[in-house]
């Protein structure tokens, strides 16, 4: 497992789920590495959903500022 995806970019951690997605689809991967890759890919999915909603509030926030300025 990866320890350094705090690291990486936000298409880079997409990435490397989609490489641990297609090795569990491999029936041929060990045991021992599904599970490591099934907690790395958890990770992952919870650094990507906090991601997405910080860019959510950032975008909303921004929007707001700009109605705010038009309004005033």
Known sequence: MSEATDELSYE????RLD?????????ETPI???AKD???GAKLI????QK???VET???????ELENSNNA
């Open 12 to 15: 880079q951690k997409v990435a």
């Open 19 to 27: 490489e641990i997605l297609t090795r569990l689809d491999n029936s």
């Open 32 to 34: 021992d590495e599904l």
């Open 38 to 40: 099934v907690k790395e």
């Open 46 to 49: 919870k650094e990507l959903d």
């Open 52 to 54: 997405l909603k910080q």
């Open 58 to 64: 950032e975008v909303l926030d921004a929007f707001k």
